[in-house]
């Protein structure tokens, strides 16, 4: 069974311009969660979608959106990007977190560079 | 307020070694409970949970974990530690399905051959 999947592996990007991380779930889970992992702060909470719908926020600026497909796969969007956008951005999915699920797996996640 | 704290940033062990890693946690009722692994680059990997019922749980690679609601602690063991298993690792809880991960700092652990 295939786990969760991110792409691109890497991404480089320039101060002020937008970046777009995609994020695809295992199969049968409908929840998918993003995190940042930055130097030095550690793991926090992004984003978390389920049935295609934003249901709760961690404390980042509104710059940082994404969506939720019908297909449960995501896409986190960071515009306006600043040097401390630098991280690594992983993605996580788990049965309906709506429904009872809570165990979350993890991609590889997505380095994105900042420069 | 919700938290996790890992006390130890580094430790290591000689391969063979037993482990403990510590984690303990404040929230105000019993939290859903992780333990993640992570290789250097590389996402998260699920140790084990604990959820409810039998407060020692087993998880994979050998490891496995007590919950001790009076401490308010959730600590890592192996009995013999793999030179495979130097990575960080991090303890984590939710308060309720779908709720987001609230994570620990994590531990680095070095294994010395």
């Known amino acids: 069974e295939a786990g969760v999947t991110q792409s691109p592996t890497h991404l480089i990007k320039t101060r002020g311009q937008q970046a777009t991380l995609r994020c695809s779930p295992i199969?049968?889970?409908?929840?998918v969660y993003w995190y940042q992992q930055a130097l030095g702060l550690g793991l926090q909470f992004l984003l978390w979608?389920?049935?295609?719908?934003?249901?709760n926020r961690g404390n980042f600026p509104p710059r940082f959106s994404g969506r939720q497909f019908p297909n449960y796969s995501s896409e986190l969007n960071v515009n306006a990007l600043e040097l401390e956008d630098s991280a690594l951005y992983l993605c996580?999915?788990?049965?309906?977190?709506?429904?009872?699920?809570?165990?979350?797996?993890f991609g590889p996640g997505t380095r994105l560079t900042v420069t | 307020a919700q938290s996790v704290t890992q006390p130890d940033i580094h430790i290591t062990v000689s391969e063979g070694a037993s482990l403990e890693l510590r984690c303990n946690y404040s929230?105000?009722?019993?939290?859903?409970l992780f333990w993640y692994v992570q290789s250097p680059g590389q996402g998260l990997q699920l140790l084990l949970k604990?959820?409810?019922?039998?407060?020692l749980v087993q998880g994979i690679k050998g490891f496995e974990a007590e919950f001790k609601r009076s401490q308010s602690s959730f600590n890592l063991r192996k009995p013999s530690v793999h030179w495979s298993d130097a990575a960080e690792y991090f303890c984590?809880?939710?308060?309720?399905?779908?709720?987001?991960?609230?994570f620990g700092t994590g531990t680095r652990l070095a294994v010395r051959p």
């Open positions: 996580a999915s788990s049965l309906s977190g709506l429904g009872g699920g809570y165990e979350q797996y």
């Open positions: 199969s049968g889970h409908t929840s």
């Open positions: 979608y389920d049935e295609g719908e934003e249901r």
């Open positions: 929230y105000g009722a019993t939290p859903y």
């Open positions: 604990y959820f409810s019922g039998d407060t």
């Open positions: 984590a809880f939710a308060g309720s399905s779908g709720d987001k991960l609230t």
